[in-house]
């Protein structure tokens, strides 16, 4: 059977961030599964929303899902017992360390997506984003904040007060505070970062304050400034 956290020739199960395991510790991991490791932990540690990694999450899925059809169906079919004793369960671990990570990443921008959904709702850069079905969510999510303000506070007013639209604004009472009762990201908050490549002199502060940046340096800064590079990849938030 393929492993889905090694290459097809060997089966690492460690957890660790080395994209390649120590002489003896195996063969090297899934590029796909650390990359989506790295992803989670960007994720978690940027104020606002990423790019989400669909590429990356559907090959995950479908490679655990293959995978556990290959360990159902090789112990259906009578497999050697004491082989399958000993690999099934490193097979399943495998499974679940997977989908563990896949859950983590999608939850992670599940609860930044809500918290944010009025700004992400405004904005057309950051809803380019999300996926489909976060898009979907996002609007789903202020249709039912809206739903609870206007049944919770808004039926209780007076017909014109309630409905009214208010000027210069494109929404009813109901969305805009639908809209209004999440927050815009903190962009100003500090990060630490990890150079990707060589970028030399980067701007890190509005006041024109500049740090050097060779491949694999490690800075703490302000995210806004340079979060252009964070979307682009050039900069790794760890």
Wanted: charged fraction near 25%; glycine fraction near 8%.
């Amino acid at each position: 059977m393929a492993e889905l956290l090694g290459d097809d020739e060997g089966m690492t199960m460690g957890m660790g961030d080395a994209g390649a395991a120590a002489p003896g510790a195996g063969m090297p991991r899934n590029p796909a599964y650390v990359e989506l490791l790295a992803a989670w932990r960007s994720e978690v540690a940027c104020p606002e929303l990423l790019a989400w990694r669909g590429d990356l999450v559907d090959g995950l899925r479908a490679g655990a899902d293959a995978q556990e059809r290959l360990v159902d169906a090789s112990v259906r079919e009578g497999a050697d017992v004491d082989e399958c004793l000993f690999s099934a369960p490193m097979y399943q671990t495998e499974i679940a360390r997977v989908k563990y990570v896949l859950g983590a990443y999608v939850r992670c921008r599940l609860r930044k997506l809500e918290s944010m959904a009025g700004w992400v709702a405004n904005d057309d850069e950051a809803r380019a984003r999300l996926s489909d079905r976060e898009a979907q969510h996002c609007d789903a999510y202020l249709a039912l904040c809206a739903k609870h303000h206007r049944k919770a506070l808004l039926d209780e007013l007076p017909a014109p007060f309630a409905d009214e639209t208010p000027e210069g604004e494109g929404d009813a009472v109901p969305e805009a505070l639908a809209k209004a009762c999440t927050r815009a990201p903190q962009l100003d908050g500090f990060v630490f970062v990890r150079a990707r490549s060589d970028l030399g002199d980067v701007q890190i502060d509005p006041s024109g304050e500049t740090a050097f940046f060779a491949k694999g340096d490690v800075h703490v800064l302000r995210y806004g400034p340079v979060r252009t590079f964070v979307h682009d990849g050039t900069l790794q938030l760890i």
